[in-house]
C-alpha cells in the first residue's frame, strides 16, 4: 500500500522557519519524484514544488523561490520541505504527493504563520 506521511507543521510567527517531511512506503521511492502541493484557508490547491528522483532537479513556485528548499534522502525514504521568511499568506495545509502527477496523497500537515 502506496502511503506518504506528512510531519512538521505547526503554529510560527512571521519570518520564521519551519521544515516539514513526507515519509514514503508501500512503493519504490527512488524511482519517483515528490510533489509538495499546500491548499491555503477557503482557496484551491496550490502548486509548491518539486524534486526529482535523483535530486538532480528541483521546481519551485514562483512566490517559494528563494525561500524554500526541497530535498530528499532516498536512504530514509523522506522529502523535506525547508521553510524560511514565512509570512501569513504561506498559511496552508501542506500535502506531500507521489510523482509530478501527484496520484497519491498524504493527509496533511497544518502550518500556520501568526504572531
Known amino acids: 500500500e502506496v502511503q506518504l506521511v506528512e510531519s512538521g507543521g505547526g503554529l510560527v510567527k512571521p519570518g520564521g522557519s519551519l521544515r516539514l517531511s513526507c515519509a514514503a512506503s508501500?512503493?519504490?521511492?527512488?524511482?519517483?519524484?515528490i510533489t509538495w502541493v499546500r491548499q491555503p484557508p477557503g482557496k484551491g490547491l496550490e502548486w509548491v514544488s518539486t524534486?526529482?528522483?535523483?535530486?538532480?532537479?528541483?521546481y519551485y513556485a514562483e512566490s517559494m523561490k528563494g525561500r524554500f528548499t526541497i530535498s530528499r534522502d532516498n536512504a530514509k525514504n523522506t522529502v523535506y520541505l525547508q521553510m524560511n521568511s514565512l509570512g501569513s499568506e504561506d498559511t496552508a495545509v501542506y500535502y506531500c504527493?507521489?510523482?509530478?502527477?501527484?496520484?497519491?496523497w498524504g493527509q496533511g500537515t497544518q502550518v500556520t504563520v501568526s504572531s
Open positions: 524534486i526529482s528522483r535523483n535530486e538532480g532537479n528541483t
Open positions: 508501500g512503493f519504490n521511492f527512488d524511482n519517483y519524484a
Open positions: 504527493a507521489r510523482s509530478s502527477r501527484c496520484d497519491y
